[in-house]
T-cell receptor, first 111, second 115 residues
Framework: QKEVEQNSGPLSVPEGAIASLNCTYSDRGSQSFFWYRQYSGKSPELIMFIYSNGDKEDGRFTAQLNKASQYVSLLIRDSQPSDSATYLCAPQRGAGNMLTFGGGTRLMVKP | DTAVSQTPKYLVTQMGNDKSIKCEQNLGHDTMYWYKQDSKKFLKIMFSYNNKELIINETVPNRFSPKSPDKAHLNLHINSLELGDSAVYFC??????????????FGPGTRLTVT
């Protein structure tokens, strides 16, 4: 079992729809959970992070965390073509802020 | 102002050569990292330094040697390059402290191609 699992996609949604990206992790010691967006040929950039069970909203983005189920998700409302990218889930644990990245989900938003 | 910079951006070299990649951050962070992203886009931590001290050293061949002359710089030297070392190498930095973590800022990446 991989430490962090994401559906590789591509996940295709029409413009204006809600995109739902899911991630499961195996390390119960994970404390914080980061979502990064990576455009092709670019470096990862932080979308948001969450560390408490429940929902956290930031603009069009909502992160959801369920530590009992070892599950974290990212919802993107009113999806735009500019949201088309690979989304990386990364639980954090231990000293040094170590992130373990999933393989990413490629999102395609069609106009 | 570039927060995390890497040089070179592209590196093409032959098997068996030795090469270095440099990284600098001007964010005042105390922790820096090296990641490798392979052709399947899987991003994996290699090393981390906190205030010039090695704190994370994942299962990386001994041919890879990080060096941190000060907390704003973290260089990666690779000896005897192999075809499998071809990848994009990202440097990142963050401020570490407390129970919960802070964002890691990534550099633009160095695309290494070994022929």
């Amino acid at each position: 079992q991989k430490e962090v699992e994401q559906n590789s996609g591509p996940l295709s949604v029409p413009e204006g729809a809600i995109a739902s990206l899911n991630c499961t992790y195996s390390d119960r010691g994970s404390q914080s959970f980061f979502w990064y967006r990576q455009y092709s040929g670019k470096s990862p950039e932080l979308i948001m992070f969450i560390y408490s069970n429940g929902d956290k909203e930031d603009g069009r983005f909502t992160a959801q965390l369920n530590k009992a189920s070892q599950y974290v998700s990212l919802l993107i409302r009113d999806s735009q073509p500019s949201d088309s990218a690979t989304y990386l889930c990364a639980p954090q644990r231990g000293a040094g802020n170590m992130l373990t990245f999933g393989g990413g989900t490629r999102l395609m938003v069609k106009p | 102002d570039t927060a995390v910079s890497q040089t070179p951006k592209y590196l093409v070299t032959q098997m068996g050569n030795d090469k270095s990649i440099k990284c600098e951050q001007n964010l005042g962070h105390d922790t820096m990292y090296w990641y490798k992203q392979d052709s399947k886009k899987f991003l994996k931590i290699m090393f981390s330094y906190n205030n010039k001290e090695l704190i994370i050293n994942e299962t990386v061949p001994n041919r890879f040697s990080p060096k941190s002359p000060d907390k704003a710089h973290l260089n990666l030297h690779i000896n005897s390059l192999e075809l499998g070392d071809s990848a994009v190498y990202f440097c990142a930095s963050s401020q570490v402290g407390g129970v919960y973590s802070y964002e890691q800022y990534f550099g633009p990446g160095t695309r290494l191609t070994v022929t």
